[in-house]
C-alpha cells in the first residue's frame, strides 16, 4: 500500500517533483549547515517563500531555484526582477504577520541544477543574494 503523500508526489508533472526534491535537498543542506527551519512554503500577500529559515536570530528568506539545464541562464537566471518584488511583498508580509521588524533579515538563494537524469545535482548557496529596501535595515 503506497502512502497519500507518495500518491500526491506522483501525480506532479515530472518538472515538479523535481522542484518539489530540490527544495527537500536544499532543507537539508541549510539544516546541516546550523539553520533553523521556521515555515516552508509559507504564502501571503499574494506571493510564496520557499523556506523561511533563522540562524543566529537572523531571519533568512530563502528561494530554491531547480534546473535541469542552463537553458536561458540557468537557476540563477530565474529569480529574476519581478521573482525578487514578489519574495519582498511576501517577506514584508512575513515580518509583519510574526512580528519581526525588529529582526536582521535577508535573502538568499540556493540553486539546485543537474546535468542529466544519473549525474549528481550540484547546490550552490548564494547568501544576500539581492539586498531590497524595506523601509528598514535589513
Not at 6 to 25: D, T, V
Not at 36 to 57: I, K, P, T, Y
Not at 71 to 96: D, H, P, W
Not at 112 to 134: A, M, N, S, T, Y
Request: proline share 3%; aromatic share 10%.
Amino acid at each position: 500500500c503506497r502512502s497519500l503523500a507518495y500518491n500526491r508526489q506522483m501525480s506532479l508533472p515530472k518538472h515538479h517533483r523535481f522542484g518539489r526534491r530540490a527544495e527537500w535537498a536544499a532543507l537539508l543542506m541549510l539544516l546541516m549547515k546550523g539553520y533553523r527551519l521556521r515555515h516552508r512554503n509559507w504564502r501571503g500577500a499574494g506571493a510564496e517563500l520557499d523556506l523561511v529559515m533563522q540562524r543566529r536570530g537572523e531571519v533568512v528568506f530563502v528561494e530554491v531555484k531547480a534546473r535541469s539545464d542552463e537553458l536561458f541562464g540557468g537557476a540563477i537566471a530565474a529569480a529574476g526582477r519581478e521573482k525578487r518584488r514578489n519574495l519582498v511583498r511576501a517577506a514584508t508580509a512575513y515580518l509583519s504577520r510574526y512580528g519581526l521588524w525588529e529582526r536582521p533579515c535577508r535573502f538568499d538563494l540556493v540553486t539546485v541544477e543537474r546535468r542529466g537524469r544519473l549525474k549528481p545535482w550540484r547546490l550552490r548557496h548564494i547568501r544576500h543574494f539581492f539586498r531590497p529596501d524595506l523601509g528598514r535595515q535589513v
